[in-house]
C-alpha cells in the first residue's frame, strides 16, 4: 500500500512564475491537508480538502493561493505569482476520516523561489 | 498564547537515556493527541496517538495526557541514536472539520 506521493520533490520558481504542488493520498483516504513548513518553525495548517469541495481554508493566504482535490487524480496546491516568502516544504497528508486524526504524511516538495 | 506550545531545543543525550517531551495546550476542545517523529528533510511520520487522558505504551514509547493540566509527554526509553530526529505533538478536536494543530518540534540528538 504506497504512503502518500508527492511531486514534485523540490521545485524551483522565479519570482512571478507559478508552482503547482500535488499530493496523491493513500487509497482509501478521501480527507486531504496541506501543511507548510519554514525552517526552524513547525508546521503551519493551510487548507483541508474531502473530494472536489475545500472544508477549512482559514489557514491560506487569500492571494495568491489555491487549492482543490477533484473527483479523479490528486489534490492540487497552486501558488500564483510566487515570491521569496514562499519558500518552504509543502507538506500534505491524508486520513479516512476527518478530524484530523491519524493524518499520514507525504514527504513534501521544497518550494525555492529564485 | 499559542495553541500549542512544546519545550524549545535541542535537547542531546546520550544513548540509553529515557527521554522526556513535553507539549501544552491551552484549547480545551482537543481531545485527540499525536506525536510525530521527522526526519531530516523527511516527512513527519506517526509514532503514537491517543485519544483523551491517560496512558499509551509501544515499545519503547510512551505517551501521556494529562487533560486536566493541558499538558502531554512523550517518554522514550532506552533511546538509541536512531531517534535522533525532530519530535512534533500535533492536537485535534476531532470533531467532522477539525484539522490538526502542530508544535514547533524538538530536535533531539542521541549521542553514541
Known amino acids: 500500500n504506497a504512503g502518500v506521493m508527492q511531486n514534485p520533490r523540490h521545485l524551483v520558481r522565479r519570482r512571478g512564475q507559478e508552482a503547482r504542488l500535488r499530493c496523491s493520498p493513500m487509497?482509501?483516504?478521501?480527507?486531504v491537508y496541506w501543511y507548510r513548513q519554514l525552517p526552524e518553525e513547525g508546521l503551519k495548517f493551510m487548507v483541508y480538502?474531502?473530494?472536489?469541495?475545500?472544508?477549512?481554508e482559514s489557514g491560506m493566504p487569500k492571494e495568491r493561493f489555491s487549492a482543490e482535490f477533484p473527483k479523479e487524480g490528486p489534490s492540487i496546491l497552486r501558488i500564483q505569482q510566487v515570491v521569496r516568502g514562499d519558500s518552504a516544504a509543502y507538506f500534505c497528508?491524508?486520513?479516512?476520516?476527518?478530524?484530523?486524526?491519524?493524518?499520514?504524511f507525504g514527504q513534501g516538495t521544497r518550494l525555492t523561489v529564485v | 498564547q499559542k495553541e500549542v506550545e512544546q519545550d524549545p531545543g535541542p535537547l542531546s543525550v546520550p544513548e540509553g537515556a529515557i527521554v522526556s517531551l513535553n507539549c501544552t495546550y491551552s484549547?480545551?476542545?482537543?481531545?485527540?493527541f499525536m506525536w510525530y517523529r521527522q526526519y531530516s528533510r523527511k516527512g513527519p511520520e506517526l509514532l503514537m496517538y491517543?485519544?483523551?487522558?491517560g496512558n499509551k505504551e509501544d515499545g519503547r514509547f510512551t505517551a501521556q495526557v494529562d487533560k486536566s493540566s493541558k499538558y502531554i509527554s512523550l517518554f522514550i526509553r532506552d533511546s538509541q541514536p536512531s531517534d535522533s530526529a525532530t519530535y512534533l505533538c500535533?492536537?485535534?478536536?476531532?470533531?467532522?472539520?477539525?484539522?490538526?494543530?502542530f508544535g514547533k518540534g524538538i530536535t533531539l540528538s542521541v549521542r553514541p
Open positions: 497528508a491524508s486520513s479516512t476520516k476527518g478530524g484530523g486524526t491519524e493524518a499520514f
Open positions: 491517543t485519544y483523551s487522558s
Open positions: 487509497k482509501g483516504h478521501s480527507h
Open positions: 500535533a492536537m485535534s478536536s476531532g470533531g467532522a472539520n477539525s484539522k490538526l494543530t
Open positions: 484549547n480545551s476542545a482537543f481531545q485527540y
Open positions: 480538502l474531502q473530494k472536489e469541495n475545500i472544508i477549512d
